[in-house]
Every structure is written in structure tokens, then in C-alpha cells.
């Protein structure tokens, strides 16, 4: 796990014991040795843990300031021997006639330093202003607390000595909801853990509006964000904390706690350094922001042995096995009607400045053509130009099954479209015998349509690899449909990817819909316009689409009639290959960090670590190769957040070699 960037940190949530500094270091510490079992290497407590945030007129006794500085001592010692990490504890300071609200950054056995907290709330239910002082400062003060000499400053920054990439940076509550929060800075800076001491009350629809603040700040910082907010033991005199703890990573929450809950509560996940470095770097304009890392201390400190002993795993952290599409059935449905709204959008403007006078593509009965068909369909309707403008084109050849065939007919039919069916089996068979080849090893000297076909019959069930027969028919289908018309691609993200496509075959068109949606995504995509967009028989033959394997049908069907070639048995599983699509170009992982990651998803399927190796080998080796394809791809909207565009998203010699990416398989 650490090897490949991720770090383990968490967000606590005491008990609190008003007023009671002792009994709130003591609950500090028992989450602390908590964490320390879970291999934890920061522990985010909140604002004015050690004392409680609601102590109101007693921050001004010293009684109590004397008691937080002994329980600040209490978990610097425990920091010493129990826990290996980093622990951020709040509590109230005073210096030089003034009080502050700090943060204080501990480990092992080390006061690191203290932050102030600079905004202060003193409106509606809050009057910090009466108590503390802003910790906007200057310069740092030299302080001395709990026995140590430090340094109190907003700019304090904590990089980690033993951990690539672990840097912190601290704010507190009010902090993180002004328009230029201090973590922005501290960001910049080179801070990639973002932490929040918080005493964020609840009020109706509060909870959502902070868990969107974390969420788009550590999306703005390309960070990660914990925030621990102070719950059970606080006054209610007025108000009611709930203990909210969310850890956020670049734009998305990782790990959450239950509010209101009753005693300690402790939430840890696993965050990705790694990742976001990368992210970081592909993002040019971070790097160049003001302001600049000389504006900030650091204050580094080392994590214990214990944190780097071999063999942790990813024991909090969710791997999505589908990164393409959404688990929650009403965010997929959404992202659905979004994506067909950007290709018939993108198809719409094509259309309108091409002005073809007729649109062509081909309809096979398979996902792909079928979601391009209806994108096409849509964009007709959106633009009040007659279907019957719109050419389907079924070609059927040697591999084309009576399901697929009957499907594309019946679904062109219902849905108005022009509709013509030409059998290229007799001009294939010409062009074989004119390059001298003998299509699956049978001589075709003599022999017409009939007799050729029949011979073929002989193999149904048989595996036979012939890509001469394969491409010539998928050229053939290409030369008819460019002398048709204006040419509508059907190929999808994946088989860009991996080149599964025939060169100057399936591989080009005018314009082509589908070239940023991956293949995952695809029959979610079909699934959600039959039941949203089309009704009736139309709806029935999509469904039925849905469930039909993906082929290319080139290759004779079995004796049957049922399809032979899948092209997941040809090429590998498209689970896996969206997935490790995902994370080599979305996160630039390196194939042994997408090993680690693909064995602690939930595939649909099992593939024990040896089948995740094999199709990921094939993978780097297919997505190397077949570079020169991607090259000369015709225009296609972006669809998410990967694309192969050699135009925008992805620039890369294909003459560049995998001999790195596949060594790195077995580190």
C-alpha cells in the first residue's frame, strides 16, 4: 500500500468533557493508541479538543489555560512511545496579552508547532471575537508550551520525512468558509493533506453544505481534506454538535462518520498521495499560482517503524471496480441523459455545418452501432429533418447470426429510419480470390458462394484465427458505407484503446459519436434510452441488444446459429480493460499500483491475481502497439474525463515501446 503512494489517515471524535482538559487528553489518547493499531499516520482531532468549544467566558481563566497546556503534555508523551503518526489536537493559547484558538501539530514526542485560527466568527449564534484574537500574523512568534520551544504561525507547513508526498497544512473551521480559505495557500505551497480542526454546529441542511465545502475545496487544493467537527459532550445550552468527520480526496468524499453518535468515534481510509502528485502535475496552472513555498515554514517530523512494516493493504479505502459508471442508480441514470445530451448535441452542430444530404452508418445488431443509431435518430428529431434522411446500412457476412441481423432490421424499421441490406459475402469471396488467399485455410479455386458457404458450415463450432478474412469483409462494409454518404463512427473508447478495430475498416468515418464513451458504459447507455427515450417494439428490440454478446461477427457462428467470436474471449474481458484504462491514463498509475488496486475491487466477475496480470500484459501491449490507429481518428465529443484524442487529451509517438509499463508488472 504505501509503496504505491497511499497513506492511512483518520478523523476523530471524542467524548467530551467540558472544561475538563485531563479527561479530554485521556479520551485523546485512547484514540490515538486506536489508531496506532490501525496503522494510521494522521489523526485529525477538533477545534478546542482539549478543553471543548463551548467553555465561552472560562477561556479567559487561566485555571483552564494552565490545565489545556498539562493535557497537551499528556499527548505529546503518548506520542512519544504509543502512536507513530501525527496528531493535530486543538486547544486555547495565550501570549503577549492575547488569546488564541491553535491547532497543535504533535509527533513523536514533539511539539511541531501551532496554528492560529485567523477568521473568527462573531455573528448569529457565534462570538469568538469576545475571547480570541485573529491569527493573522506577520511573522511567527517563538513560543514556548508544554515544555518546548515552537513556533506559532498560519503558515506552518508539516512535510513528512519518511513518506514521499505526506505534507500538511492546517486551518480551522471558520477558516474553510471565507471566499479565500487559508488551505488554498498552504496548497500551493506544496501541502497535499489539508486538515480541519472544526466546532461546526448542526442546523438543518448544515451537514450538506460543510460536506460540500470539504468536497470542493479538496477538489480545488487537488488534496486531500479531513475535517473533524466536535460532537458528544459539548454544551447544549443553545446548540448541538454532531461529530461530523469527512475525509475528501481531489473532489470526492472517501469516508464519512455517523453524526450524533454517543462516545469515541474514529474514521480512517486510505489516501493517495501518489495520485495526487500526478494530478497535480498534469495540472500546469497549480504549480505556477502565487503564492510561492518561501512564504511558508516547515516543520518536519518522521513517522514511527510501525507505519512502514511490509504487507498493508487496502483495508478502508473503496476500489470502484466499474470507475465508468456510477453504482448509485439515480446518479448513472442522470449521467446517462447527460452523455446522450453531448452526442446529439455534438452530432447536431457536425450536422448542421457538414450539411450532408444524407447521413450513413452501419447497423449490425451490437451495442455499439445501436446507441450510434440512436444518437443519430434524436439528433434528427432535435434538428426537424425526417428520419428517412438517415441510412441504415446491415451488411450481413459469414459471421452475421440470425439474432443480430433480425434485430437491426426490426429496430431500423420501428424506428423509421431508411433501411437497406446489402450481403457482401458474394464480393468478399471475389477479393479473396483475387489476393490468392484461402479464406480459413479452404481453396476457393472453383468454388461460388454456395459452395464456399457450405464448406464454412463444415467448421461451424471450430477455432480458426484468419485476419485476412476478417478485414476484408470489415473493409468491404467500410468502401460501401463511405459511397453512401456522410459516415456515422460507431467505435467506442475501449476499442480505441485497444486497437480492436480493423485499420481503414470499422476504424474510420466522417464523424463518430461514440468515441469517448467506454465499452462499460455503453450497454448502460442503451439500457437507459430504451427505457427513457424509445417505446414499444423499438424498446423490446434494445433491451434484447442489451443482452446480446458482444461480437464482431466475423467468424462463422456455431452450428446452432449462435454467435462463436467474442470479442471478450479474443481480446479480454472489458471490465478489466475500462478499468485499468481508468487508472493508467486518468491517475497515471503504474501497472503494478493497478494490480494492487484491481485486487481489492468487486469485479463481476472473480479474476484471481494471475488472469488480472494476463489481461493487463495484453492491455500495455495492445494500448503501445496500437497507437498508430489512435493517430488518425476522425472528430468525436469528449464524453468524461479520459480520452484518446490525438487532437486534445492524449499525444503519443506510436512508435513509443511497453517494455517499462510490462516490466513494472512484477514489482
Known amino acids: ?25 485521556t479520551e485523546t489518547c485512547k484514540l490515538l493508541s486506536q489508531a496506532a493499531l490501525a496503522q494510521v499516520s494522521v489523526v485529525v482531532f477538533p477545534e478546542l479538543g482539549l478543553t471543548g468549544y463551548t467553555c465561552g467566558d472560562l477561556f479567559q481563566h487561566k485555571t483552564l489555560l494552565d490545565a489545556a497546556e498539562s493535557a497537551l503534555k499528556q499527548v505529546i508523551e503518548h506520542t512519544r512511545t504509543d502512536f507513530p503518526g501525527i496528531a493535530l489536537v486543538g486547544l486555547p493559547f495565550a501570549i503577549h496579552g492575547k488569546l488564541y484558538n491553535v491547532a497543535a501539530a504533535v509527533a513523536g514526542g514533539q511539539l511541531l508547532g501551532l496554528v492560529p485560527k485567523i477568521h473568527l466568527p462573531t455573528y448569529m449564534e457565534f462570538y469568538e471575537g469576545r475571547h480570541f484574537t485573529s491569527g493573522r500574523l506577520d511573522a511567527p512568534i517563538n513560543v514556548h508550551l508544554a515544555g518546548q520551544c515552537t513556533q506559532l504561525s498560519p503558515r506552518l507547513l508539516f512535510p513528512a520525512t519518511t513518506s514521499s508526498n505526506l505534507v500538511i497544512g492546517i486551518e480551522i473551521c471558520e477558516d474553510l468558509w471565507v471566499p479565500e480559505p487559508p488551505s488554498g495557500g498552504l496548497a500551493l505551497a506544496g501541502a497535499t493533506v489539508l486538515v480541519n480542526l472544526s466546532a461546526s454546529n448542526e442546523v438543518l441542511g448544515k451537514a450538506a453544505y460543510r460536506r460540500s465545502l470539504v468536497t470542493q475545496q479538496s477538489a480545488r487544493c487537488i488534496a486531500a481534506y479531513a475535517y473533524a467537527s466536535s460532537g458528544w459532550g459539548e454544551s447544549t445550552a443553545d446548540l448541538v454538535y454532531g461529530g461530523h468527520g469527512i475525509i475528501a480526496e481531489n473532489g470526492s468524499i472517501l469516508a464519512e462518520s455517523d453524526r450524533f453518535l454517543r462516545g469515541n468515534s474514529l474514521t480512517i481510509t486510505e489516501i493517495d498521495l501518489e495520485n495526487l502528485d500526478h494530478e497535480r502535475r498534469q495540472q500546469g496552472t497549480f504549480s505556477s499560482t502565487w503564492p510561492v513555498k518561501e512564504n511558508y515554514i516547515a516543520c518536519p517530523w518522521s513517522e514511527g517503524n510501525a507505519l512502514h512494516a511490509p504487507g498493508q493493504n487496502l483495508s478502508y479505502r473503496t476500489i470502484e471496480a466499474h470507475p465508468f459508471v456510477p453504482k448509485n442508480e439515480q446518479i448513472l441514470r442522470e449521467r446517462c441523459g447527460e452523455i446522450f445530451s453531448i452526442q446529439t448535441s455534438a452530432l447536431a452542430r457536425r450536422l448542421e455545418s457538414a450539411k450532408p444530404g444524407a447521413l450513413t452508418l452501419g447497423v449490425s445488431g451490437g451495442l455499439d452501432s445501436t446507441l450510434a443509431l440512436l444518437v443519430a435518430c434524436k439528433t434528427f428529431d432535435t434538428l426537424n429533418i425526417p428520419r428517412s434522411r438517415l441510412l441504415g446500412l446491415t451488411m450481413p457476412g459469414f459471421g452475421t447470426t440470425g439474432r443480430t441481423l433480425n434485430n437491426a432490421l426490426t429496430l431500423m424499421q420501428h ?40 464448406r464454412l458450415d463444415t467448421l461451424a463450432g471450430e477455432r480458426k484465427s484468419d485476419l485476412i478474412f476478417e478485414n476484408v469483409q470489415a473493409r468491404l462494409r467500410t468502401s460501401l458505407f463511405m459511397n453512401s454518404g456522410f459516415v456515422l463512427g460507431t467505435g467506442d473508447l475501449s476499442e480505441s484503446a485497444l486497437g480492436w478495430c480493423t485499420y481503414n475498416g470499422d476504424h474510420m468515418s466522417m464523424y463518430n459519436v461514440n468515441a469517448g464513451v467506454p465499452k462499460t458504459l455503453v450497454r448502460f447507455l442503451v439500457a437507459w434510452a430504451a427505457q427513457n427515450e424509445f417505446e ?109 484524442s490525438p487532437r486534445g487529451d492524449w499525444r503519443m509517438p506510436s512508435d513509443a515501446l511497453a517494455k517499462a509499463w510490462l516490466d513494472r508488472l512484477d514489482c
Request: hydrophobic share 40%; with cysteine; net charge positive.
Open 415 to 454: 424506428l423509421g429510419i431508411t433501411s437497406r441490406t446489402v450481403d457482401i459475402r458474394s464480393m468478399a469471396l471475389a477479393e479473396w480470390r483475387a489476393l490468392g488467399h484461402s479464406p480459413l485455410g479452404i481453396d476457393i479455386a472453383g468454388l461460388d458462394l454456395p459452395g464456399f458457404q457450405a
Open 536 to 644: 414499444g417494439e423499438s424498446r423490446r428490440c434494445l433491451l434484447d441488444i442489451v443482452a446480446t454478446p458482444i461480437s464482431p461477427e466475423l467468424l462463422p457462428p456455431r452450428a446452432d446459429g449462435t454467435i462463436s467470436q467474442t470479442t471478450e474471449e479474443s481480446v479480454g474481458p472489458y471490465e478489466l480493460h475500462d478499468f485499468f484504462l481508468f487508472h493508467l491514463l486518468r491517475h497515471g498509475a503504474d501497472p503494478a499500483k493497478i494490480m494492487l488496486l484491481a485486487r481489492h475491487a468487486h469485479f463481476d466477475n472473480h479474476w484471481s491475481v494471475e488472469d488480472i496480470r494476463k489481461w493487463l500484459k495484453i492491455f500495455l501491449t495492445r494500448f503501445f502497439a496500437q497507437q498508430y490507429k489512435r493517430d488518425c481518428v476522425p472528430n468525436g465529443p469528449k464524453i468524461g474525463s479520459v480520452s484518446l
Open 1 to 25: 500500500m504505501r509503496r504505491h503512494g497511499f497513506t492511512r489517515i483518520a478523523v476523530a471524535c471524542p467524548t467530551m468533557h467540558l472544561a475538563n482538559p485531563h479527561a479530554n487528553a
